[in-house]
């Protein structure tokens, strides 16, 4: 037995619980659909100011809304970890042979499943609405390899935020206020060009930025080792430091 | 929790009785590997608690006070949950959860969610799931607190055939007497984080000595002349002021309480209500404290009313 067992046993009660609440999977599966549909038709015009993106604004922003929905999904995982602290139900796992970094892991291979089956749906959507992915299926798959270890990071923010406050009203709350600024002053919704000078220049420091720019670039660009590498090793670096303070965290909780 | 002190033997039905707050919880939460002890040394299984507390947690099992099951699963994928957690799998792991799910009753209703299931359900859930992994000792905390009678029984009937045909040893914690009186073969009554008294419960009722006569007084200032009188009747042993009267201890209750009533008559004092009880551990509590272990407790103690 390893601690593959258990992140594996822990990953199947997480997604028996998702598959029984339907309200909440259907809204985490439909959100991308809308989103897509909503910003693209509103804001079809956009198209004009961008001659140099092939597709249009559709194209242009596919890749924010595959990052938004990882963004929204985030705070699930602190959720359910806050719920766990506040049921009893982590001391019980805590009382049992399983190993202490499975329930994290667990809880975070759940996040990124959730975040890869809304890009999938997302991709789907908008090949459906035209747009053409100029890197063909392995960059579709190199685009879900960027949102998983894109969720990865944020997750962990909010397990952290999770042990901490043992409150799901704190993690609703600061998810509201971090991922606005987060995702609007980024290049992930519109081309920083666009904005004033000052959100040109936390745009450019902003995470957010380097993961959408990695993902535009694999749908309406072409493979370039580049900008991959920039993009990868940023958001490797806030997965690692996200985690590693998760389990700093955790580890006080538990000892 | 202070200077406790205690050893419980393989196979003992072991019970730590005492009021809310007492100091139960957090002596099996640290028994456990839960919490931090601050000094002391601890040994469960005969394995040091501070060198290998995972040891620990592969031969106990574990029932906390409140019922933890995961509400969106059924009760056989709680079950194999636990079991998994457990390091168990296969066939065996699917067996053993039929076993249990048949054990605690629960075979009619174990695939549907358990937040579908009543409190008692849920409790003989948890305490499959504390047996998952085949415990050679049990932590019980306070199992039947909230529980209604049917229940509360049931579950009595599970610990003890545990204990007798399985041999588990079992460590349960309860501040309820006769919870302690019918269970445990070995007690210790804790308050405020200290051991007041150990032993059988049969040991420490005799430790009172005797029975107890019960005065119900209308007017509490009567309580000292009650209590002069008393003293002077033979055959009492010791008085003591409890909840709404005095408490009067006597090896055998019922050939003095003519003398009892017939003094106090002569004083002009006319309780509102008299019984006799055999001692219960109750009575422990009170003569070690000055205190009942709870008030609701009273209305449940077999008693033998005289009225006058």
Request: glycine letters at 8%.
């Amino acid at each position: 037995m390893t601690i593959l067992y258990d992140t594996q046993s822990l990953l199947e009660r997480y997604l028996t619980k998702l598959v029984r609440n339907p309200t909440l999977l259907a809204t985490n599966l439909v959100t991308p659909v809308i989103f897509l549909v909503l910003f693209s038709q509103l804001l079809t015009k956009f198209g004009e100011f961008i001659p140099s993106t092939p597709g249009g604004y559709l194209a242009y922003l596919t890749p924010g809304v595959i990052l938004l929905n990882a963004m929204i999904s985030a705070p699930l995982g602190g959720v359910s970890l806050a719920n766990d602290l506040n049921s009893g139900f982590l001391s019980k796992m805590l009382l049992t042979q399983v190993r202490r970094p499975a329930i994290l892991l667990g809880r975070l291979v759940t996040d990124m499943t959730m975040a890869v089956a809304q890009s999938i749906i997302t991709i789907v959507a908008a090949v459906l609405m035209g747009v053409q992915f100029s890197t063909g299926v392995p960059g579709i798959l190199l685009i879900l390899l960027t949102v998983a270890f894109f969720e990865l990071a944020l997750s962990g923010i909010f397990l952290t935020v999770g042990i901490r406050t043992r409150k799901t009203e704190t993690i609703s709350a600061l998810s509201g206020v971090l991922f606005f600024p987060l995702i609007f002053i980024s290049s992930a919704m519109f081309p920083i060009s666009f904005f004033p000078s000052w959100a040109q220049t936390i745009s450019s420091y902003n995470p957010v930025s380097y993961a959408s720019d990695v993902t535009r670039d694999l749908v309406v660009g072409a493979l370039s080792f580049n900008s991959l590498a920039s993009g990868y090793a940023l958001i490797g670096v806030i997965a690692v430091l996200t985690f590693a303070a998760t389990m700093f965290q955790f580890r006080k909780v538990v000892s | 929790m202070e200077d406790i002190s205690f050893s419980v033997k393989e196979g003992e039905f072991f019970g730590f009785l005492g009021p809310n707050g007492a100091g139960k919880s957090t002596t099996i939460k640290v028994l456990t590997t839960l919490l931090r002890k601050t000094s002391g040394k601890v040994h469960v299984s005969g394995i040091d608690l501070d060198k290998s507390p995972g040891e620990i947690r592969k031969s106990v099992g574990v029932l906390s006070q409140e019922t933890s099951l995961d509400v969106d699963l059924t009760g056989w994928e709680n079950l194999h949950l636990q079991g998994r957690l457990q390091q168990m799998s296969g066939q065996v792991l699917d067996e053993r959860v039929e076993e249990l799910l048949k054990l605690v009753q629960l075979e009619d209703v174990a695939k549907k969610p358990t937040g579908r299931y009543s409190g008692g359900m849920r409790k003989r859930l948890d305490l499959a799931c504390a047996l998952i992994h085949k415990p050679k000792l049990l932590f019980l905390d306070e199992p039947t607190t909230g529980l209604d009678t049917q229940s509360r029984t049931a579950i009595w009937e599970y610990l003890e055939g545990l204990n007798k045909n399985e041999g588990i040893t079992i460590f349960l914690t309860t501040q309820y007497l006769e919870e302690a009186d019918r269970l445990c073969r070995e007690v210790s009554v804790i308050d405020h984080g200290r051991l007041i008294a150990s032993g059988t419960p049969s040991e420490l009722k005799e430790s009172t000595g005797g029975d107890t006569i019960n005065l119900t007084l209308e007017d509490l200032s009567l309580r000292p002349k009650a209590r002069e009188i008393l003293r002077t009747v033979p055959g009492i042993v010791d008085v003591m002021d409890s909840d709404g009267g005095v408490t009067a201890y006597a090896k055998s209750a019922g050939q003095i309480i003519a003398g009892v009533i017939t003094s106090l008559d002569r004083a002009g004092i006319h309780p509102t209500f008299l019984s006799i009880s055999s001692p219960t551990l109750d009575d422990v509590f009170l003569r070690k404290t000055g205190r009942r272990i709870r008030a609701d407790e009273l209305s449940r103690r077999e008693t033998e009313p005289f009225l006058m």
